[in-house]
């Protein structure tokens, strides 16, 4: 596919090198030079300076041939203009980030499909949506779903108390019909375990599972998951409002605001169980006066990356279970996943995972990569014939980076064991770390 991009912050250049291990044949746009300087970035991204308000520059990038444009400045208006002018020159689809929930209600849907929009994100909304399921799934650091829920990969850190600390992975036989550990990450290092790979204490395993044995992790990590029944949230921002309207109405909820104009506005469109304080978050007299104690869990959703991770790391001293911060620059986010912060929240990665998901429905053909924690999940269809239908898994001699985390036959989600054996169009999530990729890619031929 031809594929340009408009945009080349975090979010362009995150979906860009994403899209660039598919080969496809990405143009990178941008009016600042220095932001197309991408370290280490793949020879499959073209960067190109120029304005996609242009139509020239629009015109110079190919934009007639472009199987997909994709419009994700920081410039609302910027991004519909683009999108409307890439249809009208001739891209086949277009994709525009937004910060107007408004336009994505259904009865405007048919309008920007009229003016030649065909898809559009709301990053502020996603974010939302994300601190809403770790509420949901406290006792889990990160929670996927796959193939639209039907498999789901759940990231947990392992303590002492967890049945698996201390267990080789060929030692939980029993427990391979029930979840797949498909990856543990220990420190700075992430590996696909094999059967003689130890569980330690401190480590974080990614497992896949189905819906119905989310639970069966959750019991044998060790993990407690105590009813949310208090929330407090720090920074009145459009993430934090959305929260709001999305958790549970039963859900006591307080938001801590230090600008005194803003915790005005946001208490007038705040619902019934919201209580906004004017007051920092930081300062535990207000914390204890307004009941941190028998919180469960503290969101940190200021501007300021630094701030949210101090305040989510003091929270955790009161003793709240759960703590999700809003880390939005990305050098961050390694830092705050070492010192056992919790949940973190970057509207930037989810807004390129999403359009990336936007990509994986529109062609279900070819591997599909989504990274995390340093490996590659790749949702994959078999083709009949290929190599991989040839012989059981134990048989298969995969590269010892890679693994199969679960599979969809017929629309029904199973784990994968040594003696399954793979079948044409059946749905599998594969993972890969480094270099693994390549090899992966010749059972496919």
């Known amino acids: 596919m031809k594929i340009i991009i408009a945009g080349a912050g975090e979010v362009g250049t995150h979906l860009a090198k994403m899209l660039s291990q598919e080969k496809h044949d990405i143009i990178l746009m941008d ?18 300076v120029g304005n996609p308000t242009s139509l020239h520059d629009l015109e110079n990038a190919g934009i007639e041939r472009a199987d997909l444009f994709i419009s994700v400045t920081p410039h609302e208006t910027t991004n519909i203009t683009a999108c409307i002018l890439a249809a009208n020159l001739g891209a086949e689809k277009t994709f ?4 107007n929930y408004e336009y994505l209600l259904p009865k405007n849907k048919e309008l920007f499909e009229k003016l030649g929009i065909n898809a559009m994100i ?35 850190k392992i303590r002492a108390n967890s049945r698996l600390a201390g267990k080789c992975l060929n030692e939980l036989k029993d427990e391979d019909k029930l979840y ?50 208090k929330v407090f949230i720090m920074g009145a921002s459009r993430i934090a409002l959305r929260a709001c309207q999305y958790l549970p109405n039963n859900i006591r909820i307080k938001v801590l605001e230090t600008e005194k104009e803003t915790s005005q506005s946001f208490a007038e469109v705040a619902p019934g169980n919201v209580l906004v304080i004017n007051g920092d978050g930081r300062d535990t007299e207000l914390l204890i006066q307004e009941g941190i104690n028998d919180a469960q869990a503290f969101i940190a959703l200021t501007d300021n990356p630094s701030t949210n991770i101090l305040a989510c790391l003091a929270a955790k001293q009161f003793g709240v279970f759960k703590t999700i911060a809003q880390v939005e620059n990305i050098d961050y986010i390694p830092l705050a996943n070492d010192i056992d912060l919790g949940t973190v929240i970057n509207k930037k990665l989810i807004a390129a995972g999403n359009i990336y998901q936007f990509l994986l429905d529109a062609d279900v053909s070819n591997m599909k990569f989504l990274t995390f924690s340093n490996a590659d999940v790749a949702e994959v269809v078999i083709k009949p014939g290929s190599k991989l239908t040839q012989k059981p898994i134990k048989d298969l001699k995969l590269h010892k980076n890679i693994t199969l985390g679960g599979l969809i036959r017929n629309g029904v989600p199973m784990m994968v064991e040594g003696d399954t054996q793979l079948q044409g169009n059946d749905h599998v999530v594969v993972f890969c770390l480094g270099n693994a990729i390549s090899d992966l890619e010749k059972y496919f031929r």
């Open 31 to 48: 009016p600042d030079e220095e932001r197309l300087l991408l370290p280490g970035s793949s020879s499959e991204i073209l960067p190109m």
């Open 96 to 99: 525009a980030r937004i910060n």
């Open 122 to 156: 709301y990053p502020e909304m996603l974010a939302a949506r994300e601190i809403v399921t770790a509420v949901k799934y406290p006792w889990a650091r990160q929670y996927w779903e796959l193939f639209g829920g039907m498999l789901i990969l759940v990231g947990v």
């Open 180 to 229: 797949h550990i498909v990856a543990i990450k220990r420190r700075n290092n992430t590996i696909i375990p094999g059967g003689t790979d130890r569980v330690e204490a401190g480590d974080i395993l990614f497992f896949t599972t189905t819906k119905s044995h989310v639970k069966d992790v959750q019991v044998h990590a060790g993990k407690s998951n105590p009813e949310v029944k």
